[in-house]
């Protein structure tokens, strides 16, 4: 049962006071003090998490480093199997999980349900492809000048201690996607929950730990993330980060790693270019999926479309048509509502109606929308939007799509480009060819040809450049990020 599995990650009151994991004992922080984690659904108290001292960390990252190095010993086939352990348990509590998830991020049931399943799979199927990691030997006479005699026993090796800092928008999804691919490869893991999310990845920990995980190998790290980033990611014992998260927090973690191998996923706009020959219904349709889902808080939300005026007229026309049929704004607990609920906090959707006044009283047109309700933001379609306007200019992690004309498809290029963002971008046309040659244009992590941005399946590398990531993620490309070679140089007899 749920309650006695999960029985002891709390006080078990109302609301729970819950408890950070250092490694082998659940427990409240010294500090004794904790910060409340808010439904943006009701305004209701999910419960508290820790403000941890940082000698709490301290404590925590100490018995990761030694606890490392007999993880990183046991056999690849036992930390499979724990590993598998673990995504069977998160199957066997999804109900249990997704009614968490739901009230403490305001997904859907539908979405909830699908970041529950979808994690259970990626975490499975880290643990078959792991094991098909191979490392390799190279011989001295392949270069020019040198003779046989010396061969490299090539093999992946641990980085030691892995920081994984999670998002609110999937706290079970891509914090297990940082957990996953680090036991795996041998590493400790400590992890950095969101505060909202951070309840929902605080039960992911309880499961890898009732897996199996040996004590000190993974735990917790609670608090802001002002702390957190000042204290324990320049900490000498974190070996590597692995971030998800806004791009300004992003830069400000990449400051402070100094020299340590990172593996982030940031911000990114997301355009999409509808060319004259595309499929408007599917363009239409991709739009308002890509730029609605979970009311727009997604990294890879389409933020703004790029078309010229007369394809944007009869684009925006079709959105506006269809809309009704996609998207329908309310409580998420509703099996009425479609894509639209409250984004995460009244504080983040006043940010969004900001950036959107800010942008009409430049001159875009607000078409549908546009308006707030405490954390509500209605969707929103916007026209006449140019680049440099606050809507798009830094993400805007909402419900709010805009469109922004362009003359050519160099430009739309151009204007892709000159972002500062570069995750992922769509393009729409028949003809996918022109499409592939369109794609190598762009300076962005990935791109879609007649879908909308998104980072599955999980296993196709996902990244993002420029302030939108750094490094590779995806099932394989993740567990190389969470390892690193170690070249051995012996005498080959001859
Ligand atoms: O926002 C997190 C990013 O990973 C998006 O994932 O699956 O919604 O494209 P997805």
Redesign the pocket.
């Known amino acids: 049962m749920p309650a006695d599995f999960f029985a002891d990650i709390s006080d078990q009151q109302t609301p729970p006071h819950y408890f950070y994991f250092d490694g082998s004992t659940w427990k409240p922080s010294a500090t004794g003090a904790t910060v409340e984690v808010i439904s943006p659904i009701d305004g209701s108290i999910v419960g508290t998490i820790p403000m941890l001292s940082s000698q709490e960390m301290d404590t925590a990252l100490l018995r990761a480093t030694e606890a490392q190095v007999s993880w990183e010993a046991t056999p690849m086939n036992k930390r499979v199997g724990i590993v598998h352990l673990a995504a069977d348990w998160i199957r066997h509590f999804q109900d249990y999980l997704v009614a968490l998830l739901i009230r403490e991020v305001g997904k859907s049931k539908d979405e909830a349900k699908g970041e529950i399943a979808r994690t259970a799979d990626l975490i499975d199927y880290f643990a078959d492809e792991v094991q098909s990691m191979r490392g390799m030997t190279l011989d001295s006479d392949n270069f020019p000048g040198f003779e046989k005699g010396r061969i490299a026993m090539i093999e992946r090796v641990a980085h030691g201690t892995v920081l994984a800092i999670a998002?609110f928008?999937?706290p079970v999804n891509?914090t297990a996607s940082k957990i996953a691919p680090a036991l795996l490869m041998g590493n400790s893991v400590v992890v950095k929950p969101p505060t909202q999310g951070g309840i929902s990845a605080l039960h992911l920990v309880r499961i890898f730990e009732k897996a199996g995980v040996p004590p000190g190998v993974i735990s917790t790290v609670t608090g802001t993330g002002e702390v957190v980033g000042e204290h324990v990611v320049s900490h000498p014992m974190v070996s590597m980060v692995a971030f998800?998260g806004n791009s300004d927090t992003g830069v400000a973690i990449a400051g402070k790693a100094a020299m340590k191998p990172l593996l982030f996923?940031c911000g990114g706009n997301n355009p999409v270019v509808v060319m004259p020959d595309a499929d408007m219904v599917v363009a239409a349709r991709e739009i308002i999926k890509g730029a609605f889902a979970y009311s727009g808080q997604?990294?890879?939300g389409i933020k703004y479309v790029l078309t010229t005026p007369a394809i944007r007229e009869q684009l925006v026309a079709l959105v506006l048509k269809t809309m009704p049929e996609m998207v329908k704004m309310g409580d998420p607990r509703s099996p009425e509502t479609k894509l639209v609920g409250p984004v995460i906090s009244e504080e983040a959707a006043i940010k969004i109606e900001q950036a959107i006044l800010a942008s009409v009283k430049n001159g875009a047109k607000c078409v549908i929308g546009g308006k707030r309700n405490k954390a509500m933001i209605e969707p929103t379609v916007l026209t006449n939007v140019v680049p440099s306007m606050p809507i798009i200019a830094k993400e805007t992690f909402g419900p709010v799509v805009s469109f922004v004309d362009v003359s050519s498809f160099d430009e739309a290029a151009v204007i892709i480009n000159r972002s500062s963002y570069g995750l992922q971008a769509s393009v729409f046309t028949k003809d996918e060819g022109s499409g592939l040659v369109f794609a190598k244009k762009l300076n962005v992590g990935s791109v879609q040809v007649n879908g909308s941005?998104?980072?599955?399946p999980d296993h196709f590398p996902f990244l993002g450049v420029k302030r939108s990531g750094v490094g590779v993620q995806g099932v394989r490309y993740s567990l190389e990020a969470m390892s690193r070679l170690r070249p051995v140089v012996l005498n080959k007899p001859q």
């Not at 941005?453 to 599955?456: A, L, W």
């Open positions: 998002p928008n999937y891509l998800t996923e997604r990294c890879t941005p998104q980072r599955g």
